[in-house]
């Protein structure tokens, strides 16, 4: 029996070197589970940061998405304006086409009066030529007019003086006369 006691206590001692090794390889797991355990709340405190991040994220998508959205009418309200730009610019041309073509009808008619301006300046100029040479006619005539208004009042003058002479000359003799008739009468 003592050998069955040495047995059993041999096996209990080697029992004993395995409790002893299991509690040994338990420390060392709680050891681990408590460095893990360590982990585990970095890793929840990390997530908890990162779903704060995330949170910011997302509201900054938000405010981008917004910011899209007004850079988008933006656009669209750019690209009405330059819709409008363009029918004004057609129009423009349309009206500058208009312009020179009007521009042009207006060369051709200003051709036209420079041509009757000439012609007309050429009229003027034979007119003022024949107006002098008239002018001089004329005034040769007036001189030849005064030439003989002079003598003919000189010739009138000298009527003058005889028909005076002679009006002096019948009233003597009327008076003559007048007497002689009277005298006859008396």
Do not use: C, P
């Not at 997302?58 to 330059?82: F, G, N, S």
């Amino acid at each position: 029996m003592e050998e069955s006691l040495q047995l059993i206590l041999s096996k209990l001692e080697n029992v004993e070197g395995e409790i002893q090794g299991v509690k040994s390889e338990l420390q060392l797991i709680k050891a681990d589970q408590k460095e893990m355990y360590a982990e585990l709340q970095e890793v929840k405190t990390d997530q908890k940061e990162m779903r704060a991040e995330l949170q910011e994220v997302k509201a900054d998508q938000k405010e981008m998405y917004a910011e899209l959205q007004e850079v988008k009418a933006d656009q669209k309200e750019m690209r009405a304006e330059l819709q409008e730009v363009k029918a004004d610019q057609k129009e423009m041309r349309a009206e500058l086409q208009e312009v020179k073509a009007d521009q042009k009808e207006m060369y051709a008619e200003l051709q036209e009066v420079k041509t009757e301006v000439r012609i007309i300046d050429k009229k003027v100029d034979n007119l003022t030529s024949e107006m002098r040479s008239h002018f001089k006619r004329v005034d040769a005539k007036l001189d030849e007019h005064q030439s003989v208004f002079k003598v003919v009042n000189k010739e009138l003058q000298t009527v003058k003086y005889d028909i005076d002479y002679l009006n002096i000359k019948v009233a003597s003799h009327d008076m003559k006369l007048h007497n002689i008739i009277r005298s006859m009468q008396s």
